[in-house]
T-cell receptor, first 110, second 109 residues
Framework: EADIYQTPRYLVIGTGKKITLECSQT?????MYWYQQDPGMELHLIHY???????EKGDLSSESTVSRIRTEHFPLTLESARPSHTSQYLC?????????FGSGTRLTVV | KNEVEQSPQNLTAQEGEFITINCSYS?????LHWLQQHPGGGIVSLFM???GKKKHGRLIATINIQEKHSSLHITASHPRDSAVYIC???????????FGTGTRLTIIP
């Protein structure tokens, strides 16, 4: 039973397109995160939010942007997709030190 | 050097074998997480530890804070246990996680 939902699950898109990856959680967690994971590599934090209207860049530089207008919703946007953005994007939320992860979006930019 | 090191990177075992995956970290932490990632990418949180030992079904996780080391054990391994197991640590005062590179486990029937 997933309490954090990511859509789409898979996305293949052409270079230059604008895309938004959706992430929603039903647990009322204040803290939400976006991680990027290249194949066979570790996860890296690219964005996080500690509450509504609060967003920060993570440890790994990313050309994506995020917004947090509602507690439950933390979408990630790429204004102009490039092949270098091909990766898996994982959303997570936390309360205290307990984490919940989404199923991820596997993005391929051709 | 990654702050979180896992070993082995890859592990193949026969069904029924006892499995151990190790995680070492170099900084003081508030909590350590063991995560499971199946093909397709979704991640499931298995354990969160700050001390001692936890057990859930066939899975056991231990942590030694003084030695900065944790182990994940799987008893009576089964092909459905095949996945990547990831160790992640949270630093004091910081809920962001730092991840290891994962251990790819394959259980052969």
């Amino acid at each position: 039973e997933a309490d954090i939902y990511q859509t789409p699950r898979y996305l293949v898109i052409g270079t230059g397109k604008k895309i938004t990856l959706e992430c929603s959680q039903t647990m009322g967690h204040d803290k939400m995160y976006w991680y990027q994971q290249d194949p066979g590599m570790e996860l890296h934090l690219i964005h996080y939010s500690y509450g509504v209207n609060s967003t920060e860049k993570g440890d790994l530089s990313s050309e994506s942007t995020v917004s947090r207008i509602r507690t439950e919703h933390f979408p990630l946007t790429l204004e102009s997709a490039r092949p270098s953005h091909t990766s898996q994007y994982l959303c997570a939320s936390s309360h205290g030190y307990g984490y919940t992860f989404g199923s991820g979006t596997r993005l391929t930019v051709v | 050097k990654n702050e979180v090191e896992q070993s082995p990177q890859n592990l193949t075992a026969q069904e029924g074998e006892f499995i151990t995956i190790n995680c070492s970290y170099s900084v003081g932490i508030s909590a350590l997480h063991w995560l499971q990632q199946h093909p397709g990418g979704g991640i499931v949180s298995l354990f969160m530890l700050s001390s001692g030992k936890k057990k859930h079904g066939r899975l056991i996780a231990t942590i030694n804070i003084q030695e900065k080391h944790s182990s994940l054990h799987i008893t009576a391994s089964h092909p459905r246990d095949s996945a990547v197991y990831i160790c992640a640590v949270g630093l004091f005062g910081n809920e962001k996680l730092t991840f290891g590179t994962g251990t790819r486990l394959t259980i052969i029937p």
